[in-house]
């Protein structure tokens, strides 16, 4: 090889890797957190499309494109659920600050909690979060656990009030038990389409967000929800089991929580929201298609 068949080479080389590069820093997803208490996620960029989602304080999501006040995320922990999200409700990982670099997180058990200047029980409230809001760990001072938020923010939350983990894991999984008292605290929360908070919540969006704080990540909607876990016989259902209802589409397009005793929590319009039915209700019951088991 000559001189200059070398340097031809080596010029080739440093071009390649500086499209490579170049393609992978293009390429690479803009991470960022959900700074708000709960962010709607809608179908098109305006606040009058169809909320297909919601995203939890704390939720990751990945920037795919920016649209002045609005943003078009995937949703990694909702299985990359798509969806446009104003800018408002988001923060890069530079602004998020103590939050972002943290290790542990801790997600919200209980329906509704306080974040606090200090750690008592009386003292004046940051913010008050909801069923499914993640927090990032600073430490643990007796019944508190010192918190920071999206944006820098910090305070104390009760320590009975939310569960730890690593970042990159998913909350300690629990049993059926565990998952039908997290769903009972929602009882009379109206219903919201797309909804998956104790403000408004739809019936995948209660199944997701019980199931996720439970330590079992699913699928964020109804027929999806359907393909997961084990097929089970209506004679074999048994309290934790989900339970599927074809209702304004073909295939599964309700599901709910099987309590036992032939008792079914859901979220649906027909109920007004979170309510326990029969699993023969009468308008529900003769839409029943099948039931999985996913614990």
């Known amino acids: 090889m000559t001189c200059f068949q070398t340097v031809a080479v080596i010029v080739a080389l440093a071009t390649l890797s500086t499209v490579v590069q170049g393609q992978a820093r293009a390429s690479s997803p803009d991470r960022r957190f959900v700074q708000a208490v709960m962010a709607d996620v809608r179908a098109e960029p305006a606040d009058g499309a169809e909320r297909v989602t919601q995203a939890h304080l704390g939720t990751e999501v990945l920037v795919v494109e920016d649209a002045g006040d609005w943003a078009r995320v995937r949703i990694p922990i909702q299985g990359d659920y798509p969806g446009w999200v104003r800018q408002s409700a988001l923060v890069t990982a530079q602004q998020a600050g103590t939050f972002a670099a943290a290790r542990q997180l801790a997600v919200v058990r209980t329906a509704r909690a306080r974040v606090l200047r ?170 029943y298609i099948g039931a999985r088991r996913v614990l």
């Open 118 to 287: 200090n750690a008592q029980s009386d003292a004046d409230a940051l913010i008050e979060v909801t069923l499914g809001a993640r927090l990032a760990v600073i430490g643990v001072h007796g019944g508190f656990v010192r918190v920071a938020v999206p944006g820098g923010d910090a305070g104390y939350i009760a320590a009975d009030a939310v569960v730890l983990y690593d970042r990159g894991a998913t909350p300690p999984r629990k049993g059926a038990d565990d998952i039908i008292r997290t769903a009972t605290q929602l009882v009379g929360v109206p219903y919201l389409w797309g909804g998956a908070s104790t403000d408004g919540v739809d019936c995948s969006g209660l199944v997701y967000t019980v199931f996720y704080v439970n330590g079992i990540v699913l699928p964020r909607d109804a027929h999806q929800q359907y393909v997961v876990g084990t097929p089970v016989d209506r004679a074999d259902v048994r309290p934790g089991d989900l339970v599927f209802y074809s209702t304004y589409a073909a295939g599964a397009s309700h599901v709910g929580i099987y309590m036992g005793d032939g008792k079914v929590i859901q979220s649906g319009s027909k109920t007004g929201g979170v309510a326990v039915i029969s699993i023969d209700d009468p308008h529900y019951g003769p839409k």
